[in-house]
Structures are given as structure tokens and as C-alpha cells.
């Protein structure tokens, strides 16, 4: 810049110079100076008049310009470009931002310092029906809670978040959090807490359930010992004959402990993956349970099978061994003597198909939703009696859940049910996979 300065200057004195010499050659020097100046400084005045049009129209082409006015043009057009790709580059710094809290899956609300509403991202209208209306709203209009409102106001920097019903549907719970944002603002983070809730609640009532049916057992062995403990003079057949009455509830007990190890352990545990699991022999599998549930019958029920030789699961096999004997006790327990019992194995297009079939108590249609939830039974007494923990079919579930098998139940009362287990290909090796054992289909009353 200073060699412009330098060559302009230069530029002038050489035009006075040439300009006093014409004048004192023509005799005129004041008038030859003043009219040269002036049609110097006319030049300057349009080039700046063309700068000044052209910077207050910047999307024209840079005009012709010479000298300093030239670098000047040159030197705004370079200040131009850099602040319009700042500008570009924080639009798009702000365009991810949004985009960023956009897809946070949590409500978040800018909120001023009079606690309206600026700015709030899409979860918010999800979570709180929040639309562009709401802007400039105080938010104590839109959640109205009490406890919300004391919060709002008295809420400091890490502060506990507050847990409420959603304004908007009670069934759901929202954690809400106060965080600060800039000077005089503050930002609302809330999250839709209800699957915690309800895990929560889930958590209570399974302690409860636990204790309620252990409670019952252990009163029972108690009073027992109590007995013995009070009476001296027992004989060695009274002592055997309370320490016997003793047995059946100490034996429960012990199965709703199994159970509830069996369940703790399935919740957890991962399982490998079908090409990693053995073939489970299903056809011995079943045999061994359907000569288990002749037993526990002793002989009051037909039970018929329908077992497809060779066809082989990809499993764990103890635990694919405690969903059928499940399935196949239930159906002895809940059916009436006489009854007939139908076990089936049996491949379908989808994979395989394990069924019991049952001629039982069968079960009303707003029973069936809720038979593989927890400590659910239909007929309590009925359940405790024949030795049942109300475990069961929780068991069968979180297995069948484990091994990508779906259940499906069907029930009529008074009829019958029956209790489908479907196996997806990937689980499941034909018959052809391996040598084909003895055929036995069907079979009645094995063992
Ligand atoms: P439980 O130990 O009580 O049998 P389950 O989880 O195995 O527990 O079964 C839950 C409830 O489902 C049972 O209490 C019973 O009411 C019902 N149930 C299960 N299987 C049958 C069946 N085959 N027929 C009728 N009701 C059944």
C-alpha cells in the first residue's frame, strides 16, 4: 500500500511539475495548475463514485478502477469473501447444532430469563405436544404441576431432577433436569422415564410376590419346630410324623428357590448362536419327560405322542428340557383325570413345531395375555396344590425368548388348551442330518 501511496504521490508532483512548466511556457501557470488539478481530482471523484456504487451492490462486477482505488476495490472484495465463508462455515456450525439437538431423544427447551419459552427441538413435540405457538409461552403455562413450578424456581446448578406424571398423558413419567445455558437463559431437559417407572414397579411387586410365597411355607416349618420344641414327651413316631408334614413345605420352598435361580440366571446369561449350539436329541428329550409326566399322573391321563425321529433342535439343552417337561406337568396338573394329553414334535415350513395338546381346565381368553407374567395364575389354590410357583411359563417364555422361538396359546374353558412352541429353520436340523432312529408316531403311553 505504501508504494501506491509513493507512485501517486509521484503522480502528482510530476503533473504539477509538467503542468507549471506548460503554464510558464504559455504564461498562464495559476490557470494551467488549477485546470490540470481539477481534471485530477474530477478522475479520483468518479473512480471513488464507481468504488462506492459497486460496494453497495457487491454482487455487480468489480469495475474498472486504477491505482489506489484499484487495490482499495481489490482489498474489500478480499475482506468480502473471507467474512461470507465465516459466514457460510457458523450457518452450517449452527445448521448441525440444530440438526444435533434436533435428534436428542430427549424434550429440550430454551427457556429466557422470564422462563418463556425461545426455542425448544422436535422431541419436545413429541414428549409434550409443544408446536411453533408454544414460542414466547411461559413454560409454567404448559406444565401447570406445582411441583414443576417450585422447581422452575428454585432449581440451582446440579440440583436433583424432578420426577412427574406427563401433563400431557398419565400414564408416562418424565425426569425433568435445569440446566444453565447462557447469560440470562436456561434449558429444560426432559426425558420419558415410564419404562424405569414401570421396571421399578415390577422390581416391587417381585419382592413382594417372593416374599408373600415364602412367607407361607416357612410359617408352616416354624410352627412346626415350634411344636416340637414345646412338647417333651414326644414319641419317635409323633416327631416323624411332624418332621414328614414338615417336608411338603420345606420341598416348595426349595422349588421356588430353583425357579427363581433358573429365571435370574436365564435374565442374564447370554446364549450362543444357533450354528454354535449343538443338535438336541428331541425325540429322547421328550421320551424321558413323557415317562416323567406318566409318573406325576400315575396313570389318570392319556398322553399320546407325535414325535418326528431326527428331528433335531440347535440349543441349550437343559434349558429346551425345562420348557417341555413345563408345558407337558402343566397340561397333567390342569387336566382332570381321564383326560387325553397330546405331545407333538414336528417340522413345519417355518422350522419345527413343539405342541401340548391338552383336554384340561383350559383357560378364559383375558387370562391367557398375562399366564407367562410372574407369579400369575389363573386359580391360586389349584396351582399351589398340585406344586406349581406360578414360575412356569415365565420360565418357558424367557427361554423360548432366548432361543428366537415364538409361544402362542390357545384355550378354550372348560375344553382345553393347547401350547405351541415354533422353532425358526435356523435353529432346527432335518431329519436327514442324521441317521434316522426308530419311528414313533405315533405313540401312546411310553415307559
Ligand atoms: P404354575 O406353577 O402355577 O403352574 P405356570 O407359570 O406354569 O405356573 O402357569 C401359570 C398359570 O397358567 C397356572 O397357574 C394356570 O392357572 C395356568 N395354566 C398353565 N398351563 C395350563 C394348562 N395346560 N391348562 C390350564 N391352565 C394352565
Redesign the pocket.
Known amino acids: 500500500m505504501k508504494k501506491l501511496w509513493n507512485e501517486e504521490l509521484k503522480r502528482i508532483l510530476i503533473l504539477v511539475l509538467v503542468s507549471s512548466t506548460i503554464g510558464w511556457v504559455i504564461g498562464q501557470i495559476a490557470w494551467t495548475l488549477a485546470i490540470v488539478l481539477a481534471f485530477y481530482a474530477t478522475k479520483q471523484f468518479l473512480q471513488l463514485r464507481r468504488l462506492i456504487l459497486w460496494i453497495d451492490r457487491p454482487s455487480t462486477e468489480m469495475p474498472e478502477l486504477s491505482g489506489i482505488w484499484e487495490e482499495m476495490a481489490y482489498r474489500f472484495y478480499r475482506t468480502r469473501r473471507r467474512s461470507e465463508s465465516r459466514k457460510t462455515r457458523i450457518a452450517n456450525l449452527l445448521k448441525r447444532y440444530q440438526q444435533a439437538t434436533q435428534s436428542i431423544p430427549d424434550a429440550t427447551i430454551l427457556l429466557n430469563s422470564r422462563e418463556e419459552i425461545e426455542w425448544f427441538n422436535g422431541s419436545a413435540t413429541r414428549i409434550l405436544n409443544l408446536n411453533k405457538k408454544d414460542i414466547g409461552q411461559p413454560i409454567g403455562r404448559l406444565i401447570r404441576d406445582p411441583q414443576f413450578v417450585a422447581f422452575l424456581g428454585s432449581a440451582e446448578i446440579d440440583s436433583e431432577p424432578l420426577d412427574i406424571l406427563s401433563p400431557v398423558d398419565d400414564s408416562k413419567f418424565l425426569e425433568i433436569r435445569l440446566v444453565p445455558s447462557a447469560l440470562d437463559q436456561r434449558m429444560l431437559l426432559i426425558r420419558d422415564n415410564t419404562h424405569i417407572h414401570r421396571l421399578t414397579e415390577m422390581r416391587r411387586d417381585f419382592v413382594a410376590n417372593v416374599s408373600h410365597e415364602l412367607r407361607t411355607p416357612l410359617t408352616v416349618v416354624i410352627g412346626y419346630l415350634e411344636t416340637i420344641e414345646t412338647l417333651d414327651d414326644l414319641t419317635v413316631e409323633e416327631l416323624h410324623d411332624l418332621v414328614g408334614r414338615m417336608s411338603s413345605p420345606a420341598h416348595r420352598m426349595k422349588t421356588l428357590v430353583e425357579d427363581l435361580l433358573q429365571l435370574s440366571k436365564l435374565d442374564t446369561g447370554v446364549i450362543p448362536a444357533a450354528s454354535q449350539c449343538p443338535g438336541i436329541e428331541v425325540s429322547a428329550l421328550l421320551k424321558s419327560i413323557v415317562r416323567d409326566a406318566d409318573q406325576l399322573s400315575s396313570g389318570s391321563h392319556q398322553i399320546e405322542t407325535n414325535i418326528e425321529s431326527g428331528l433335531r433342535l440347535r440349543g441349550m439343552e437343559k434349558e429346551i428340557y425345562s420348557v417341555f417337561s413345563?408345558l407337558v406337568n402343566?397340561?397333567v396338573?390342569?387336566t382332570p383325570d381321564d383326560g387325553l394329553i397330546q405331545v407333538v414334535w414336528k417340522s413345519v415350513p417355518e422350522g419345527a413345531l413343539f405342541q401340548v395338546v391338552?383336554s384340561?381346565?383350559?383357560?378364559a381368553r383375558e387370562n391367557i395375555d398375562r399366564?407367562t407374567e410372574r407369579f400369575?395364575?389363573?386359580?391360586v389354590g389349584r396351582?399351589r396344590d398340585s406344586g406349581?410357583?406360578?414360575?412356569?411359563?415365565?420360565i418357558v417364555k424367557q427361554v423360548l425368548r432366548r432361543h428366537d422361538a415364538e409361544l402362542s396359546i390357545k384355550?378354550e374353558i372348560g375344553k382345553g388348551?393347547t401350547?405351541s412352541c415354533l422353532f425358526f429353520a435356523e435353529r432346527v436340523e432335518g431329519p436327514e442330518a442324521i441317521p434316522s432312529l426308530e419311528n414313533d408316531l405315533p405313540l401312546t403311553n411310553p415307559g
Request: aromatic letters at 12%; a neutral charge; glycine letters at 20%.
Open positions: 413345563n402343566n397340561a396338573r390342569y391338552d384340561g381346565v383350559g383357560i399366564l400369575y395364575r389363573v386359580d396351582s406349581g410357583t406360578g414360575l412356569g411359563l415365565s384355550s388348551s401350547f
